[in-house]
Every structure is written in structure tokens, then in C-alpha cells.
């Protein structure tokens, strides 16, 4: 009796360890991007219906903010699943890793483009990259040497820009927006100087330190809400904001977008790459919460379906620009098998 009580103690001992750690929530739970908000939460909307089960939580907290709540670790403390408007960087995955969350899986769910907007009846903007650049970095490049920006006007900086003040409103540093707009924008400008150019090419850390950070006194950093910088614009004439593409989209009423290297964003743009500011929108999985976080899998069927994410789905009509049906399709198989992203290269 007392081997059987002796086993039966080990037996639980070995099953308390090989079982979750968490408890399984009654709910998915997603953060990050505020890009992807409005698509999550369609997605959550539909999901509840379909299901009868509660939809999941939603957060927008940004990309970075999302992806470090993510990486926290295994468990109903921490999110099932991470918005980004930007892959994941391998100091993050190495974050993830050191937390426990391994075996991540990415989806990516469209592409999205990044705006330039100021009110409908305001002036007219024809960007070049090296105008946003010398508009908005904090560094700005004069005589081949980087100086702080002197630059008070777009008129300024080219000529056939108005002579509005420079002011605009955009996301802070945690956002994938604010992200991707230093890399596609800002760092895209830059490099068509080749002092910069040249800085990237012998030391690309020196450059980003240099580049990237943006003015104070021009930019504001306006939160993770894009609704708010699209009401700021109707309210402040002469300024400028920086958001997604669906929340252009949806006040289109209301604002109006700038052209980029000759380019309007539309969704014919971003889809063939022709805007220079696209980018591609991702959520991200932890496999280890499949099966126990109730729902999880169905909410991630759902995002994949062709319903949501496919040419035509009702994310389209919220924004989204759907993927090719090739990556579709690849993505699809993605969440089926639930095969684990491998780590980034930079």
C-alpha cells in the first residue's frame, strides 16, 4: 500500500510539472499594434458571434508595448497573442526565449500603408522621402555635416511644399507605426544624401543613432490612439498627421492624404508596393497557450479565413489590404499546422 501511495504521489508530482503552468482563461486576450486594433477586434466581434463564446480582449498598446507584454511569459498573466505593424526583432524573439515563450507562430494577416493626412481642406503635399527627413529628424544634414534642424516651415525644405509650420501629430516610440515610418520615411530619406549614405554603409549603428530620432518641436508624440490625431487635424489647420491607412480610409470625409515620391496612398498603392511607405501587418501566437487558452485556435481560424483576411473578406471594407491568394493560402497553412517562426535575422 505504501509503494502504491508512494507512486500514485510521484505520479502526480511528474503530472503537476508536465501540465501548463496557467490555469486556462475563459478568454483570448491580444496587444500591440494600433494598427491592427481595428482588425483584432472585428475579428474578436466575429469570432463571439459565431461561437457564442466571449470575445477576446483587445488591447492597443502599441507594437513594442504589445511584443514586450507578450514576451513576459507562459501563462494566463500574458497575452495569447501580439499585434505588429512591423516583424518582430530578434532582440525581442531572444526576450521571448529567455521568458520561456518559444515555439511563437507569425502570421502575417495584409499589408497596410503608412499616411501623411492633414485636413481635407487644407494645403496640398507632394512629398519626397528627403523631405520627410528634413522635415521631421531631430539631426538633419547641412554643409555635410549633421546639425541640429534649424527648419521651421515645409516651405523651407522645398519648394513646392506650402509654407505651413511643421507640425505634426503621430505615434510615440512603443508604436510599429512610428517604427516603420523612421525606416520607410525618415531613414529612406536620409540615405538620398550621400553623406548619410555613406555612414550607413561603414557603420549602420552610428547612422540609426544619428538618423533616427525625431524633433521635438515639430513632431508630437500623439499616443497610440490614430482616431485622436485624425480629430487633432480637423481642429488644428496647417498641421499634419501620421497613422495607418484604414483610419485615412474611414474619414476620408474628414482628411486627405499626401502623396510620397509622386505616390497616393490607395489600396492599389500599397497592395503593388508603389507607395514608398507600405508595410506588412503580423499577429503573433503562442503555441503553448493552443488548447489551453479556450477559443484561441478558433480565434486564430477565424483571422485566417478567407471570410477576414482574404480578397473581399470584411476586414478589406475595415482597411486591410488583403495579401496575394498564394500568401494567403501559405498563411493559411501557417495556423493549421502551427509551425514555429524561426529566429530573425536582425
Same mark, same amino acid.
Given at each position: 500500500m ?8 510521484? !505520479? &502526480? ?37 459565431? @461561437? ?7 488591447e492597443?498598446?502599441?507594437? %513594442? ?31 521571448c526565449? &529567455?521568458?520561456?515563450v ?19 481642406? %487644407? ?14 529628424? !531631430? ?5 555635410? #555635416? ?24 503621430? *505615434? ?16 529612406a ?45 480637423? #481642429? ?16 476620408m470625409?474628414k ?9 497616393? *496612398?490607395?489600396?492599389?498603392t ?17 503555441? !503553448?497557450?493552443?488548447?489551453? @487558452? ?14 477576414? @483576411?482574404?480578397? %473581399? ?15 494567403? &493560402? ?14 530573425? &535575422?536582425?
Open positions: 505504501k509503494k502504491i501511495l508512494a507512486f500514485s504521489a510521484a !505520479a &502526480a508530482s511528474v503530472m503537476a510539472i508536465s501540465a501548463p503552468a496557467h490555469a486556462a482563461r475563459d478568454y483570448v486576450w491580444a496587444a500591440g499594434s494600433s494598427t491592427v486594433f481595428p482588425f483584432a477586434t472585428r475579428v474578436a466581434e466575429n469570432y463571439a458571434k459565431k @461561437t457564442g463564446k466571449k470575445a477576446p480582449k483587445v492597443s498598446l502599441g507594437t %513594442g508595448g504589445g511584443i514586450k507584454l507578450f514576451c513576459g511569459g507562459v501563462g494566463d498573466a500574458y497575452p495569447d497573442i501580439a499585434n505588429a505593424s512591423r516583424p518582430m526583432k530578434k532582440s525581442e524573439f531572444d526576450a526565449a &529567455a521568458k520561456g518559444k515555439d511563437i507562430v507569425a502570421i502575417k494577416i495584409g499589408f497596410d500603408g503608412i499616411v501623411v493626412a492633414t485636413d481635407k481642406d %487644407g494645403a496640398d503635399y507632394n512629398f519626397k522621402t528627403e523631405h520627410l527627413y528634413l522635415g521631421l529628424a !531631430a539631426n538633419v544634414l547641412r554643409q555635410g #555635416k549633421f546639425v541640429p534642424n534649424p527648419y521651421q516651415t515645409w516651405d523651407e525644405i522645398g519648394s513646392g511644399l506650402p509654407g505651413n509650420r511643421i507640425n505634426v501629430y503621430g *505615434p510615440p516610440p512603443t508604436s510599429g507605426t512610428r517604427d516603420a515610418f523612421v525606416e520607410l520615411a525618415i531613414e530619406g536620409a540615405r538620398k544624401f550621400p553623406t548619410a549614405e555613406e555612414l550607413r554603409s561603414n557603420n549602420e549603428k552610428k547612422f540609426k543613432e544619428v538618423v533616427d530620432p525625431l524633433r521635438k518641436d515639430g513632431w508630437v508624440d500623439a499616443g497610440e490612439n490614430d482616431n485622436a490625431i485624425v480629430g487633432t487635424l480637423t #481642429k488644428t489647420p496647417g498641421s499634419l498627421g501620421v497613422f495607418g491607412w484604414s483610419y485615412l480610409e474611414e474619414n470625409d482628411i486627405k492624404g499626401a502623396a510620397v515620391n509622386g505616390v497616393k *496612398p490607395s489600396s492599389s500599397i497592395a503593388d508596393g508603389s507607395y514608398p511607405l507600405s508595410r506588412s501587418l503580423y499577429i503573433y501566437v503562442k503555441k !503553448a497557450h493552443i488548447g489551453v @487558452t479556450q477559443g484561441l485556435q478558433e480565434y486564430l481560424n477565424e483571422f485566417v479565413s478567407d471570410a477576414a @483576411t482574404g480578397r %473581399g473578406g470584411y476586414l478589406q471594407s475595415r482597411g486591410l489590404i488583403p495579401l496575394p491568394a498564394g500568401q494567403h &493560402a501559405g498563411q493559411q497553412g501557417v495556423a493549421e499546422k502551427l509551425t514555429p517562426m524561426a529566429r530573425p &535575422a536582425a
